[in-house]
């Protein structure tokens, strides 16, 4: 619950932060300008920052992390509905991102928690919450927006932020055991300590690739599907081809979670990547909105292993004394795909078309696809990947 607050939250005022840049006196090209530097500063301060809060969690504690980030973001969302122009905007937007944190902590704490064998279950109900959050937030958020007005989305957040602070407080708990100052690692330590770097800098990777091609589509979605032919209610249209994906996620998350602790998070992994490439290639060459709308509702069966294998991983392969760490300095890949996936699907729906950017999405999917084959190859043939001495459990 608190995972899907946070990620519609952030994604509900995505849809019309233009259209509140405009509200607040600009107009021209300096709407999109402002509008687009809105929406990617939040990722920016928070790639920067990410790293120093999983440093904390792991002296203090994940539970404080999320109820410092949950409560802080109250503010901060909530205080966007009483800015007097852009620059306040971009303030409150640049903090938003600075105290963020609740999703890499959250998903630190199942995964110093839940047993190794079921991580790729628990992570994936987990993370159910975030991508169906974030994808019918757009949805719910024009909705809201043209009910009740735009400020008033943002009140409506803050207030939903609220009682996420007020669940977490009171309705989680952590077992968590504070290091000793002699069990405490530098980052320096804990990065030489770590066995299999490549393959955790690939699941970096991995994770700022999915972010990227997520997000690539999301700058031209609302134009190709004019393109394809829909004239009326497109806004609808729009939200409900967008929001089908995340209703395929929900059902799917946790069933690729149990398959992941089943065949390997490796395995699972290599196949919903090629999964993604073959569906970004189809959706290149759909031929009318439902066909587009179908295939993105296909597309989310495959993101359900995507997310969580990165995570499920990343939980096998790291000690107990870095989880945060390790989980933050992911997030930050994480958040910088969300900056470069929208100006790469602009850039190239800009010099060749709307279709291209499925294809430019494609090959970029696959080309990640081939560097993990590469990085797990010695371990296909074994269930799963664990850090211990480099030595691989049968």
């Avoid at 509200?23 to 120093?52: F, H, N, Q, R």
């Avoid at 770590?194 to 991995?206: D, N």
Wanted: hydrophobic share 50%; proline share 4%.
């Amino acid at each position: 619950m608190g995972n899907f607050l946070i990620g519609a939250s952030l994604s509900l005022v995505v849809p019309f932060m233009a259209l509140y840049v405009e509200e607040l006196g600009l107009k021209g090209s300096a709407v999109d300008w402002y509008a687009g530097l809105a929406v990617s500063s939040s990722s920016m301060t928070a790639a920067l920052i990410s790293p120093l809060w999983g440093q904390l969690a792991d002296r203090y504690g994940r539970k404080p992390m999320m109820i410092r980030a949950a409560l802080a973001m109250t503010f901060t969302m909530g205080g966007l509905a009483f800015v007097p122009n852009v620059y306040l905007l971009l303030v409150l937007r640049l903090l938003n991102g600075i105290f963020s944190g609740y999703v890499p902590n959250s998903t630190a704490l199942i995964a110093s928690q839940a047993p190794k064998k079921y991580s790729g279950y628990a992570l994936g109900t987990l993370s159910t919450g975030v991508v169906a959050g974030t994808l019918l937030g757009p949805f719910l958020g024009g909705m809201v927006a043209q009910t009740l007005g735009i400020r008033n989305v943002f009140l409506l957040v803050g207030f939903l932020l609220f009682l996420l602070t007020l669940l977490t407080i009171f309705g989680i708990q952590e077992n968590f055991e504070p290091l000793t100052k002699g069990q405490e690692l530098s980052s320096r330590q804990l990065w030489q300590a770590l066995p299999h770097k490549s393959m955790i800098i690939g699941l970096f990777v991995t994770s700022m690739v999915i972010q990227m091609v997520g997000q690539s589509i999301s700058p031209i979605l609302t134009l190709y599907i004019r393109a394809l032919g829909q004239k009326d209610h497109l806004i609808l249209v729009s939200g409900l081809i967008v929001s089908a994906m995340g209703f395929s996620s929900i059902l799917s998350s946790s069933w690729m979670g149990r398959l992941g602790d089943r065949i390997g998070s490796h395995r699972l992994l290599l196949i919903a990547l090629f999964y993604s490439f073959l569906i970004y290639l189809l959706c290149a060459r759909a031929t009318s909105p439902w066909d587009l709308g179908f295939l993105r509702f296909l597309f989310g069966l495959g993101t359900g292993a995507l997310l969580p294998g990165v995570s499920s991983l990343l939980n096998k392969l790291i000690p107990k004394e870095g989880i945060s760490r390790i989980f933050s300095y992911n997030q930050t890949f994480f958040y910088i795909g969300g900056v470069l996936g929208p100006l790469m699907g602009s850039s190239i729906s800009v010099s060749w078309g709307y279709s291209w950017v499925f294809y430019g999405t494609a090959g970029l999917v696959l080309l990640n696809f081939i560097i993990l084959l590469i990085s797990f190859r010695k371990y296909l043939g074994v269930k799963e990947i664990s850090a211990g001495k480099n030595q691989f459990n049968m």
